[in-house]
T-cell receptor, first 115, second 111 residues
Framework: ETGVTQSPTHLIKTRGQQVTLRCSSQ?????VSWYQQALGQGPQFIFQ???????GRGNFPPRFSGLQFPNYSSELNVNALELDDSALYLC??????????????FGPGTRLTVT | DQQVKQNSPSLSVQEGRISILNCDYT??????FLWYKKYPAEGPTFLIS?????DKNEDGRFTVFLNKSAKHLSLHIVPSQPGDSAVYFC??????????FGTGTRLQVFP
């Protein structure tokens, strides 16, 4: 069973640029969620995708967008990067309907630094 | 508006003793609560969860207690081991798998 993988591991971008982060879900999981974890904070829900459509969104502006592909892999795109976007971005996959423990399986994250 | 709060940023416990991590929440609609553990450079790993219809769930050395009237849950680790040293996150959900996390508690277990 393959776990959740994310790429790249680290990324440095300049303010105003655009970035794409990638996630490969755990085998058999058709739902993917993205979280932003700022330094010293807990993960914050950005949005979730199910069957290639957005299935819920947190308090993030439209410049944060996503895609889910038929193989359940996913992308997070952030336009017009701001310094405050510097964070660890976590992808999590889960089955649908949710499992009995509501568990999500997290990848190792992508560390984004905006300068 | 922090709906899930972990007021202790750190906790230090001797090996073999009990570790108690606390979490408070404000949204009475939460129906599922989870604890995750996170090591540096890794994603959060699921530990244990509890439904709002229960007040206790146990899995080996880990027990989660839920007090709905106080909107409080706690994670007990007995006995604590050095490998338990990590950041622990409390998370909650409302009839869904979209999780709202607390800010985390760093647990250090020393010999």
């Amino acid at each position: 069973e393959t776990g959740v993988t994310q790429s790249p591991t680290h990324l440095i971008k300049t303010r105003g640029q655009q970035v794409t982060l990638r996630c490969s879900s755990q085998s058999g999981h058709n739902t993917v969620s993205w979280y932003q974890q700022a330094l010293g904070q807990g993960p914050q829900f950005i949005f979730q995708y199910y069957r290639e459509e957005e299935n819920g969104r947190g308090n993030f502006p439209p410049r944060f967008s996503g895609l889910q592909f038929p193989n359940y892999s996913s992308e997070l795109n952030v336009n017009a990067l701001e310094l405050d976007d510097s964070a660890l971005y976590l992808c999590a996959s889960s089955p649908h309907p949710v499992g009995p423990t509501y568990e999500q399986y997290f990848g190792p994250g992508t560390r984004l630094t905006v300068t | 508006d922090q709906q899930v709060k972990q007021n202790s940023p750190s906790l230090s416990v001797q090996e073999g003793r009990i570790s108690i991590l606390n979490c408070d929440y404000t949204n009475s609609m939460f129906d599922y609560f989870l604890w995750y553990k996170k090591y540096p450079a890794e994603g959060p790993t699921f530990l244990i969860s509890i439904s709002s219809i229960k007040d206790k769930n146990e899995d080996g050395r880990f027990t989660v207690f839920l007090n709905k009237s106080a909107k409080h849950l706690s994670l007990h680790i007995v006995p604590s081991q050095p490998g338990d040293s990590a950041v622990y996150f409390c998370a909650a959900s409302v009839n869904t798998d979209k999780l709202i996390f607390g800010t985390g508690t760093r647990l250090q277990v020393f010999p």
